[in-house]
């Protein structure tokens, strides 16, 4: 008879689904709504904008905008964007100090603290008194609003049975397409930027109080012995799921005798001292840094492409939702190797595809400004149905004991793209947004084909040891 696991017991003890699991979940995809708008709240509190230099005291710059209250322009333009690359940076620092700080004290602590944090951030952000002041609090922010966002998504995986982990970045990912919508209505409603970011931040206050409500991972009481917490924990999901708790005790203790046979703990550079895995690891590397840069160099930039920058920035959060719907139905029918492949090259044919309505007009017109925004939108809807789909394949092509942390190290390598991406805006200006497109386009391609040197996962056994792992990733 096959041992049971954890997960297994988990399940009959506490059911796959129910209101334990339900209020966990939807609290996790409306906290996600706050990533999408502190992320890329900046097309609209520091937008592109028309000046001349030739007096540096004038004050052509008109609204209540980050370049305006900080004098950024001139000399001083890029501080914009750097405080934008600064607040991806504070991102990718976070995921991996408060990913340690929740495997030591615990999913919830971290998550009480981090929200408390991004709070005081946003409402020292929306307060600062100079461009230093609000670059530091933007890194800040950056860096606990990331913690937060990865533990969110630690404490829902480990809360659910297997069979919904698989679509569960996907499903997410719902709450920052909400975040991504909601934004240019709450822009446009408050020009204002510290009237916007107050509008963004308080309502967080909501969500720190409903933790309350929320509970400790209960992999994370069991990976810590938690005997006491974790029956106390048992007691009140079964309660809200309506399952019976018949001969749990024993089941309590069966996870208790397994602990003492888990796997030994590996690291990243044990993958990297394996062969194909380091292959895979590299790939995964520039898949993840090119997903990320394309999708916020388009999505921070999308008013540079004409048109009213309101319109453009809800269009483009509207074609989030198809975008996810399209991944959860292609991840079940399609190898995950030629679908993102396939996405990948779309994406780049498409931002290339936008290139002639730039490059053959000096005017901008209907004619010439609806299709680059179609089709720089197009371009978006791949990369950003890519972005979806990478989540779950990188996590199937890593074993269970590095699982974690090959994922982690692939988001820092998405964190470096996000921070480059900002920086679009300027090389826009010196260069034209035909370069920028080319770069894109030439970058996605280039993804597209180092992709097709990676496994196909779809249909294989996910491994849980490194040679597993190895045989896994020599399959071609």
Not at 13 to 28: H, R, Y
Not at 57 to 79: A, E, K, P, Y
Not at 215 to 233: G, H, K, T
Not at 336 to 350: C, Q, T
């Amino acid at each position: 008879m096959k041992q049971q696991t954890v997960r297994h017991v988990l399940t009959d003890i506490i059911g796959e689904w129910g209101l334990w699991q339900l209020n966990i979940v939807v609290f996790a995809i409306s906290l996600h709504i706050f990533m999408a708008i502190n992320s890329l709240s900046v097309a609209f509190y520091a937008p592109t904008i028309k000046y001349w230099c030739a007096d540096n005291n004038n004050n052509t710059i008109i609204g209540d905008v980050v370049n305006n209250q900080f004098h950024l322009i001139c000399d001083r333009q890029g501080l914009a964007s750097l405080s934008q690359s600064l607040y991806m940076f504070g991102r990718a620092l976070g995921g991996v100090i408060f990913g340690c700080l929740s495997d030591r004290f615990g999913r919830i602590p971290i998550l009480g603290l981090t929200l408390l944090l991004e709070i005081m951030a946003g409402l020292s952000s929306a307060l600062a008194i100079n461009i230093l002041q609000f670059t530091i609090a933007r890194t800040v922010l950056g860096f606990v609003a990331n913690g937060r966002y990865l533990c969110t998504i630690m404490l829902v995986t480990e809360c659910l049975d297997s069979k919904y982990r698989v679509h569960l970045g996907i499903v997410l990912s719902f709450g920052l397409s909400m975040g991504y919508c909601l934004l240019p209505g709450i822009a446009y409603l408050l020009p204002n930027f510290r009237h916007m970011i107050l509008a963004t931040i308080i309502p967080e206050f909501v969500w720190l109080l409903w933790l309350l409500w929320i509970p400790e991972s209960p992999r994370w009481l069991i990976a810590n012995r938690q005997w006491n917490r974790l029956e106390r924990l048992v007691r009140q999901a079964v309660q809200m799921n309506s399952v019976s708790i018949n001969d749990w005790q024993n089941q309590i203790k069966l996870l208790i005798s397994q602990q003492n046979n888990e796997n030994k703990r590996s690291y990243i550079w044990d993958v990297l001292k394996s062969p194909n895995l380091r292959r895979t690891t590299l790939i995964m590397f520039f898949t993840w840094f090119v997903n990320a840069f394309v999708y916020y160099g388009i999505s921070l930039n999308i008013g540079d492409f004409g048109g009213n920058l309101f319109i453009n920035f809800l269009v483009a959060g509207l074609i989030e939702f198809p975008s996810i719907l399209l991944a959860l139905v292609a991840l079940k029918y399609i190898g995950r190797r030629p679908l993102v492949a396939g996405l990948m090259y779309a994406s780049g044919l498409s931002c290339l595809a936008v290139i002639p309505f730039i490059s053959t007009t000096t005017t901008t017109t209907t004619t010439t400004v609806w299709p680059r925004i179609t089709i720089a939108l197009i371009g978006k809807f791949f990369i950003g149905c890519s972005f979806n789909i990478i989540y779950p394949y990188t996590a199937e092509v890593y074993p269970t004991v590095v699982r974690q942390v090959g994922v982690a190290t692939c988001s820092v390598a998405a964190r470096v793209g996000s921070m480059i991406a900002p920086f679009v805006k300027e090389l826009n200006v010196y260069t034209g947004m035909s370069v920028v497109l080319t770069i894109f386009g030439s970058l996605s391609i280039a993804d597209g084909v180092s992709v097709h040197f990676l496994p196909e996962t779809r249909g294989q056994q996910i491994a849980d040891t490194i040679d597993e792992a190895e045989q896994l990733n020599s399959y071609r």
